[in-house]
Protein backbone atom coordinates (compact mmCIF):
# COMPACT_ATOMS: atom_id res chain seq x y z
CA UNK A 1 0.00 0.00 0.00
CA UNK A 2 1.31 3.19 -0.63
CA UNK A 3 1.85 6.03 1.53
CA UNK A 4 3.35 9.38 1.28
CA UNK A 5 6.25 10.58 3.41
CA UNK A 6 6.52 13.39 5.45
CA UNK A 7 8.26 16.79 4.91
CA UNK A 8 11.17 15.41 6.28
CA UNK A 9 12.85 17.15 9.41
CA UNK A 10 16.33 16.60 8.20
CA UNK A 11 17.55 15.78 5.11
CA UNK A 12 21.08 15.52 4.57
CA UNK A 13 21.43 13.31 1.05
CA UNK A 14 19.17 12.05 -1.54
CA UNK A 15 21.79 11.49 -3.95
CA UNK A 16 25.29 10.69 -3.02
CA UNK A 17 27.12 13.10 -5.80
CA UNK A 18 28.46 16.15 -4.32
CA UNK A 19 26.57 18.22 -6.66
CA UNK A 20 22.98 17.31 -5.53
CA UNK A 21 24.08 17.34 -1.85
CA UNK A 22 24.59 21.13 -1.98
CA UNK A 23 21.55 21.84 -4.28
CA UNK A 24 19.44 19.92 -1.65
CA UNK A 25 20.78 21.85 0.91
CA UNK A 26 20.41 25.09 -1.12
CA UNK A 27 16.41 24.43 -1.54
CA UNK A 28 16.07 23.45 1.99
CA UNK A 29 17.59 26.89 2.98
CA UNK A 30 15.03 28.71 1.04
CA UNK A 31 12.54 27.20 2.45
CA UNK A 32 13.48 29.26 5.70
CA UNK A 33 14.00 32.62 4.19
CA UNK A 34 14.89 35.43 5.81
CA UNK A 35 16.64 38.33 5.77
CA UNK A 36 18.02 41.64 7.62
CA UNK A 37 18.19 45.08 6.21
CA UNK A 38 21.77 44.43 5.38
CA UNK A 39 21.12 41.39 3.19
CA UNK A 40 22.21 42.19 -0.73
CA UNK A 41 21.98 39.08 -3.08
CA UNK A 42 24.69 38.65 -5.26
CA UNK A 43 24.49 36.44 -8.83
CA UNK A 44 27.11 34.02 -6.97
CA UNK A 45 25.05 33.07 -3.79
CA UNK A 46 21.85 32.01 -3.70
CA UNK A 47 19.20 33.55 -1.67
CA UNK A 48 19.38 31.13 0.66
CA UNK A 49 22.83 30.90 1.07
CA UNK A 50 23.24 34.57 2.39
CA UNK A 51 19.87 34.40 4.69
CA UNK A 52 20.81 30.82 6.52
CA UNK A 53 22.83 32.49 9.43
CA UNK A 54 19.85 34.69 10.24
CA UNK A 55 18.57 31.15 11.88
CA UNK A 56 20.32 30.29 14.97
CA UNK A 57 18.83 27.11 15.10
CA UNK A 58 20.33 26.02 12.04
CA UNK A 59 23.80 26.82 13.48
CA UNK A 60 24.38 23.17 15.46
CA UNK A 61 25.38 20.04 14.34
CA UNK A 62 23.06 16.58 15.05
CA UNK A 63 23.66 13.14 15.57
CA UNK A 64 27.28 14.01 16.94
CA UNK A 65 28.60 15.45 13.81
CA UNK A 66 26.66 16.47 10.95
CA UNK A 67 25.32 20.43 9.90
CA UNK A 68 21.64 20.36 10.08
CA UNK A 69 19.52 20.59 7.09
CA UNK A 70 16.04 21.29 7.40
CA UNK A 71 13.15 20.24 4.86
CA UNK A 72 10.55 20.49 7.26
CA UNK A 73 9.06 24.13 6.65
CA UNK A 74 5.89 23.08 4.70
CA UNK A 75 4.80 21.53 8.37
CA UNK A 76 7.11 24.25 10.49
CA UNK A 77 9.45 27.38 9.40
CA UNK A 78 12.27 27.86 11.45
CA UNK A 79 12.41 31.73 12.98
CA UNK A 80 14.79 34.10 12.27
CA UNK A 81 16.58 36.25 14.80
CA UNK A 82 14.66 39.22 14.53
CA UNK A 83 11.30 37.53 15.42
CA UNK A 84 13.22 35.95 18.59
CA UNK A 85 14.28 39.24 19.79
CA UNK A 86 11.12 40.74 19.58
CA UNK A 87 9.37 37.87 21.59
CA UNK A 88 12.17 38.62 24.29
CA UNK A 89 11.36 42.20 24.13
CA UNK A 90 8.03 42.24 24.76
CA UNK A 91 8.21 40.07 27.46
CA UNK A 92 11.22 41.88 28.90
CA UNK A 93 10.22 45.60 28.18
CA UNK A 94 6.57 45.45 28.06
CA UNK A 95 4.59 42.87 29.02
CA UNK A 96 1.06 43.56 29.52
CA UNK A 97 -2.48 42.83 28.56
CA UNK A 98 -4.26 44.59 25.85
CA UNK A 99 -7.31 46.84 24.98
CA UNK A 100 -8.08 46.91 29.23
CA UNK A 101 -5.29 49.23 30.78
CA UNK A 102 -4.39 52.58 30.55
CA UNK A 103 -1.14 52.26 32.27
CA UNK A 104 2.18 52.80 30.53
CA UNK A 105 2.61 48.69 30.03
CA UNK A 106 -1.00 47.91 28.68
CA UNK A 107 -0.31 50.89 26.24
CA UNK A 108 2.26 49.74 24.70
CA UNK A 109 1.79 46.77 24.91
CA UNK A 110 -2.01 47.49 22.87
CA UNK A 111 -0.20 49.76 20.39
CA UNK A 112 2.56 47.25 19.47
CA UNK A 113 -0.52 44.36 18.88
CA UNK A 114 -2.27 46.61 16.81
CA UNK A 115 0.56 47.89 15.11
CA UNK A 116 0.94 43.85 13.93
CA UNK A 117 -2.20 43.64 12.88
CA UNK A 118 -2.04 46.88 10.40
CA UNK A 119 1.24 45.27 9.87
CA UNK A 120 -0.79 41.74 8.05
CA UNK A 121 -3.32 44.13 6.65
CA UNK A 122 -0.76 46.20 4.42
CA UNK A 123 1.36 42.22 3.71
CA UNK A 124 -2.08 40.47 1.84
CA UNK A 125 -3.26 43.80 0.97
CA UNK A 126 -6.31 44.31 2.49
CA UNK A 127 -8.17 47.48 2.68
CA UNK A 128 -8.92 47.75 5.83
CA UNK A 129 -7.06 46.23 9.46
CA UNK A 130 -10.25 45.77 10.74
CA UNK A 131 -10.50 43.02 8.54
CA UNK A 132 -7.78 41.12 9.97
CA UNK A 133 -8.85 38.47 12.48
CA UNK A 134 -6.05 36.96 15.29
CA UNK A 135 -6.51 33.40 15.93
CA UNK A 136 -4.62 30.39 17.54
CA UNK A 137 -3.89 29.23 13.81
CA UNK A 138 -5.28 28.74 10.07
CA UNK A 139 -7.50 25.71 11.78
CA UNK A 140 -9.22 28.13 14.39
CA UNK A 141 -9.95 30.62 11.70
CA UNK A 142 -11.38 27.76 9.57
CA UNK A 143 -13.58 26.66 12.31
CA UNK A 144 -14.81 30.55 12.82
CA UNK A 145 -15.75 30.92 9.77
CA UNK A 146 -17.54 27.26 9.83
CA UNK A 147 -19.62 28.24 13.18
CA UNK A 148 -20.24 31.74 12.74
CA UNK A 149 -20.91 32.52 9.23
CA UNK A 150 -21.64 28.85 8.24
CA UNK A 151 -24.28 28.27 11.36
CA UNK A 152 -26.06 31.66 10.10
CA UNK A 153 -25.70 30.96 6.21
CA UNK A 154 -25.90 27.52 5.58
CA UNK A 155 -29.48 25.20 5.05
CA UNK A 156 -30.82 22.20 4.23
CA UNK A 157 -29.87 21.29 0.52
CA UNK A 158 -26.74 23.98 0.30
CA UNK A 159 -24.11 23.24 -0.97
CA UNK A 160 -20.32 23.54 0.07
CA UNK A 161 -17.56 23.04 -2.60
CA UNK A 162 -14.08 21.26 -1.50
CA UNK A 163 -11.52 19.47 -3.36
CA UNK A 164 -10.14 15.83 -2.53
CA UNK A 165 -6.86 17.55 -1.73
CA UNK A 166 -7.37 19.81 1.19
CA UNK A 167 -6.28 19.70 4.58
CA UNK A 168 -8.41 17.85 6.50
CA UNK A 169 -8.82 21.17 9.18
CA UNK A 170 -10.69 22.46 5.95
CA UNK A 171 -12.96 19.31 5.46
CA UNK A 172 -13.92 18.66 9.61
CA UNK A 173 -15.12 22.11 10.47
CA UNK A 174 -17.47 21.33 7.47
CA UNK A 175 -18.48 18.34 7.86
CA UNK A 176 -19.59 19.58 11.48
CA UNK A 177 -21.20 22.03 10.00
CA UNK A 178 -23.22 20.02 7.65
CA UNK A 179 -24.62 18.06 9.82
CA UNK A 180 -26.13 20.53 11.78
CA UNK A 181 -27.45 22.36 8.66
CA UNK A 182 -28.30 19.58 6.04
CA UNK A 183 -26.14 21.32 3.78
CA UNK A 184 -24.34 18.86 1.71
CA UNK A 185 -20.85 18.61 1.03
CA UNK A 186 -19.53 18.18 -2.40
CA UNK A 187 -15.61 17.68 -3.78
CA UNK A 188 -13.58 18.17 -6.45
CA UNK A 189 -11.76 15.22 -7.66
CA UNK A 190 -8.21 15.71 -9.21
CA UNK A 191 -7.40 15.20 -12.93
CA UNK A 192 -4.54 13.36 -14.96
CA UNK A 193 -2.23 15.63 -13.76
CA UNK A 194 -2.79 14.77 -9.89
CA UNK A 195 -4.51 18.83 -9.52
CA UNK A 196 -7.95 19.65 -8.83
CA UNK A 197 -10.02 19.47 -12.09
CA UNK A 198 -11.15 23.04 -12.50
CA UNK A 199 -13.30 21.83 -15.64
CA UNK A 200 -15.04 20.05 -13.60
CA UNK A 201 -15.42 22.49 -10.85
CA UNK A 202 -16.95 25.06 -13.40
CA UNK A 203 -19.81 22.15 -14.09
CA UNK A 204 -19.92 21.91 -10.30
CA UNK A 205 -21.28 25.08 -9.42
CA UNK A 206 -24.53 26.32 -9.50
CA UNK A 207 -27.30 28.50 -7.42
CA UNK A 208 -27.49 25.70 -4.71
CA UNK A 209 -23.80 26.55 -4.06
CA UNK A 210 -23.25 28.49 -1.23
CA UNK A 211 -19.16 27.64 -0.47
CA UNK A 212 -16.46 27.13 -2.26
CA UNK A 213 -13.36 26.06 0.26
CA UNK A 214 -9.88 25.59 -1.59
CA UNK A 215 -6.28 25.75 -1.40
CA UNK A 216 -3.96 28.33 -3.09
CA UNK A 217 -1.24 25.70 -2.82
CA UNK A 218 -1.78 22.17 -1.71
CA UNK A 219 0.88 21.31 1.22
CA UNK A 220 0.27 17.61 -0.34
CA UNK A 221 0.61 18.13 -4.07
CA UNK A 222 2.10 21.78 -4.55
CA UNK A 223 -0.44 22.38 -7.15
CA UNK A 224 -0.88 26.40 -7.44
CA UNK A 225 -4.49 26.98 -8.40
CA UNK A 226 -5.22 30.25 -10.25
CA UNK A 227 -7.54 31.82 -7.28
CA UNK A 228 -8.80 35.21 -8.67
CA UNK A 229 -10.51 32.61 -11.74
CA UNK A 230 -12.20 30.41 -9.41
CA UNK A 231 -13.19 33.36 -7.31
CA UNK A 232 -14.96 34.86 -10.55
CA UNK A 233 -16.57 31.86 -10.97
CA UNK A 234 -17.29 31.41 -7.69
CA UNK A 235 -19.04 34.90 -7.55
CA UNK A 236 -21.05 34.51 -10.83
CA UNK A 237 -23.26 31.48 -9.03
CA UNK A 238 -23.49 34.04 -5.80
CA UNK A 239 -20.92 31.61 -3.68
CA UNK A 240 -18.52 32.87 -1.42
CA UNK A 241 -15.02 31.72 -1.38
CA UNK A 242 -12.67 30.55 1.28
CA UNK A 243 -8.96 30.56 0.50
CA UNK A 244 -6.07 28.89 2.65
CA UNK A 245 -3.28 30.05 2.33
CA UNK A 246 -1.00 29.10 4.63
CA UNK A 247 1.38 27.66 1.68
CA UNK A 248 1.03 30.83 -0.43
CA UNK A 249 1.29 33.56 1.87
CA UNK A 250 5.08 32.92 2.64
CA UNK A 251 6.33 32.03 -0.86
CA UNK A 252 4.64 34.53 -3.09
CA UNK A 253 2.40 38.54 -2.91
CA UNK A 254 -1.12 37.45 -2.14
CA UNK A 255 -3.28 40.09 -2.62
CA UNK A 256 -6.84 39.83 -0.89
CA UNK A 257 -8.49 42.95 -3.05
CA UNK A 258 -6.92 41.56 -6.10
CA UNK A 259 -7.99 37.81 -5.42
CA UNK A 260 -11.24 39.24 -4.46
CA UNK A 261 -11.58 36.25 -1.96
CA UNK A 262 -14.50 36.05 0.83
CA UNK A 263 -12.26 34.70 3.28
CA UNK A 264 -8.64 33.95 3.71
CA UNK A 265 -6.91 32.36 6.21
CA UNK A 266 -2.68 31.98 7.18
CA UNK A 267 -0.62 30.51 9.99
CA UNK A 268 2.35 32.92 11.43
CA UNK A 269 4.46 29.71 12.26
CA UNK A 270 4.68 28.83 8.33
CA UNK A 271 6.57 32.07 7.54
CA UNK A 272 9.11 32.60 9.36
CA UNK A 273 6.65 33.77 12.69
CA UNK A 274 6.14 32.34 15.69
CA UNK A 275 3.55 28.97 17.13
CA UNK A 276 0.23 29.55 18.52
CA UNK A 277 -1.18 32.72 16.06
CA UNK A 278 -2.67 32.80 12.33
CA UNK A 279 -4.97 35.06 11.04
CA UNK A 280 -8.61 35.23 9.42
CA UNK A 281 -8.95 38.33 6.38
CA UNK A 282 -12.90 38.46 5.82
CA UNK A 283 -14.46 41.05 4.01
CA UNK A 284 -15.94 44.12 6.22
CA UNK A 285 -19.29 43.23 5.45
CA UNK A 286 -19.21 39.76 5.99
CA UNK A 287 -17.78 40.35 9.03
CA UNK A 288 -19.82 42.52 10.40
CA UNK A 289 -22.53 40.16 9.77
CA UNK A 290 -20.94 37.38 11.50
CA UNK A 291 -22.22 36.56 15.09
CA UNK A 292 -19.36 35.65 17.98
CA UNK A 293 -17.60 32.45 17.98
CA UNK A 294 -16.45 32.41 21.58
CA UNK A 295 -17.71 34.40 24.64
CA UNK A 296 -15.88 36.68 26.83
CA UNK A 297 -13.03 38.96 27.02
CA UNK A 298 -12.94 41.90 24.60
CA UNK A 299 -15.48 40.49 22.07
CA UNK A 300 -18.20 42.46 24.47
CA UNK A 301 -19.52 46.28 24.13
CA UNK A 302 -21.60 45.45 27.19
CA UNK A 303 -22.62 42.54 29.28
CA UNK A 304 -26.08 42.37 31.46
CA UNK A 305 -27.25 39.76 33.60
CA UNK A 306 -29.93 38.64 30.88
CA UNK A 307 -27.88 39.62 27.74
CA UNK A 308 -24.94 40.98 26.13
CA UNK A 309 -23.26 43.17 23.26
CA UNK A 310 -20.66 42.58 20.98
CA UNK A 311 -17.86 44.97 19.69
CA UNK A 312 -17.51 45.14 16.04
CA UNK A 313 -15.23 43.59 14.66
CA UNK A 314 -12.17 42.03 14.71
CA UNK A 315 -12.64 42.33 18.48
CA UNK A 316 -16.12 40.57 18.28
CA UNK A 317 -13.84 37.70 17.21
CA UNK A 318 -11.03 37.54 20.14
CA UNK A 319 -12.19 36.50 22.95
CA UNK A 320 -10.01 36.23 25.91
CA UNK A 321 -6.66 37.58 26.50
CA UNK A 322 -5.37 36.78 22.74
CA UNK A 323 -1.30 35.88 21.66
CA UNK A 324 -0.12 39.06 22.57
CA UNK A 325 3.51 38.00 22.21
CA UNK A 326 2.51 36.18 19.38
CA UNK A 327 1.01 38.68 17.10
CA UNK A 328 4.00 40.76 17.84
CA UNK A 329 6.29 38.00 16.83
CA UNK A 330 3.92 37.65 13.75
CA UNK A 331 4.49 41.23 12.86
CA UNK A 332 8.77 40.84 13.21
CA UNK A 333 8.33 38.42 10.61
CA UNK A 334 6.23 40.07 8.04
CA UNK A 335 8.48 42.76 8.56
CA UNK A 336 11.55 40.22 8.01
CA UNK A 337 9.83 38.84 4.75
CA UNK A 338 8.60 42.37 3.42
CA UNK A 339 12.74 43.50 3.93
CA UNK A 340 13.92 40.92 1.58
CA UNK A 341 10.74 41.31 -0.85
CA UNK A 342 8.27 38.48 -1.24
CA UNK A 343 8.72 38.97 -5.29
CA UNK A 344 12.56 38.19 -4.63
CA UNK A 345 11.61 35.33 -2.57
CA UNK A 346 8.90 33.85 -5.29
CA UNK A 347 11.38 35.02 -8.10
CA UNK A 348 14.07 32.89 -5.83
CA UNK A 349 11.68 29.66 -5.90
CA UNK A 350 10.35 30.48 -9.58
CA UNK A 351 12.37 31.92 -11.92
CA UNK A 352 10.76 33.33 -14.71
CA UNK A 353 13.92 33.02 -17.51
CA UNK A 354 15.86 30.52 -17.81
CA UNK A 355 18.43 30.70 -20.67
CA UNK A 356 21.89 29.87 -21.50
CA UNK A 357 23.00 33.43 -19.90
CA UNK A 358 20.72 32.32 -17.13
CA UNK A 359 20.89 28.56 -16.37
CA UNK A 360 19.41 28.63 -12.94
CA UNK A 361 16.55 26.36 -12.59
CA UNK A 362 13.60 27.03 -10.22
CA UNK A 363 14.20 25.49 -6.70
CA UNK A 364 10.45 23.91 -7.16
CA UNK A 365 11.43 21.86 -10.61
CA UNK A 366 15.40 21.41 -9.37
CA UNK A 367 13.88 19.49 -6.76
CA UNK A 368 11.18 17.59 -8.26
CA UNK A 369 13.66 16.48 -10.82
CA UNK A 370 16.33 15.38 -8.97
CA UNK A 371 13.71 13.18 -6.84
CA UNK A 372 12.19 11.77 -10.39
CA UNK A 373 15.77 10.84 -11.15
CA UNK A 374 16.19 8.64 -8.29
CA UNK A 375 15.01 4.84 -8.92
CA UNK A 376 11.41 3.79 -7.39
CA UNK A 377 10.35 7.16 -6.81
CA UNK A 378 6.72 8.00 -6.83
CA UNK A 379 6.31 11.87 -6.84
CA UNK A 380 2.70 13.43 -6.10
CA UNK A 381 1.09 15.84 -7.84
CA UNK A 382 1.76 17.42 -11.40
CA UNK A 383 4.67 17.56 -13.13
CA UNK A 384 6.22 21.24 -13.81
CA UNK A 385 6.11 22.25 -17.74
CA UNK A 386 6.35 25.51 -19.32
CA UNK A 387 2.74 26.06 -18.44
CA UNK A 388 2.31 24.75 -15.55
CA UNK A 389 4.62 25.55 -12.17
CA UNK A 390 4.75 23.14 -8.44
CA UNK A 391 5.63 24.96 -5.37
CA UNK A 392 8.85 23.95 -3.91
CA UNK A 393 7.38 20.93 -1.96
CA UNK A 394 7.76 17.33 -2.94
CA UNK A 395 5.50 14.54 -0.96
CA UNK A 396 6.81 11.19 -2.16
CA UNK A 397 6.69 7.91 -1.89
CA UNK A 398 9.49 4.95 -2.15
CA UNK A 399 8.39 1.94 -3.85
CA UNK A 400 8.24 -1.38 -1.09
CA UNK A 401 9.26 0.73 1.85
CA UNK A 402 7.57 2.45 4.50
CA UNK A 403 7.70 5.97 5.11
CA UNK A 404 8.73 5.86 8.15
CA UNK A 405 11.47 3.59 7.47
CA UNK A 406 12.78 6.16 5.05
CA UNK A 407 12.16 8.92 6.56
CA UNK A 408 14.28 7.61 9.97
CA UNK A 409 17.34 6.40 7.72
CA UNK A 410 17.60 9.95 5.48
CA UNK A 411 17.28 11.74 8.59
CA UNK A 412 19.82 9.89 10.50
CA UNK A 413 22.17 9.62 6.94
CA UNK A 414 25.87 9.69 7.29
CA UNK A 415 27.56 12.27 4.75
Known sequence: ??????????FNLLNPKSKSKSAIRRFSSALCVSSSPSVTSTDSVSLGHITRPDFPILHQEVYGSKKL????????????????????N??????????????????????????????????????DSGEIVFTKNATEAINLVAYSWGLSNLKSGDEVILTVAEHHSAIVPWQLVAQKTGAN???????????????????MLSRKTKLVVIHHISNMLASILPIEEIVHWSHDVGAKVLVDACQSVPHMVVDVQGLDA????ASSHKMCGP????????????????????????????????????????????????????????????????????????????????????????????????LLSIPN???????????????????FNVENIHPTDIATLLDQQVP
Request: with cysteine; aromatic share 10%; proline share 6%.
Open 90 to 127: YYEAYNSNVHRGIHFLSAKATDEYELARKKVAAFINAS
Open 275 to 370: TGIGFLFGKSDLLSAMPPFLGGGEMISDVFLDHSTFADPPSRFEAGTPAIGEAIGLGAAIDYLSTIGMQKIHAYEFPKVSTRSNPKMELAKYLYEN
Open 377 to 395: IRIYGPKPSEHVQRAALCS
Open 262 to 265: DFLV
Open 185 to 203: LKFLNLNDDESPDLDKLKE
Open 69 to 88: VYLDNAATSQKPIAVLKALQ
Open 1 to 10: MEAVVPKLAS
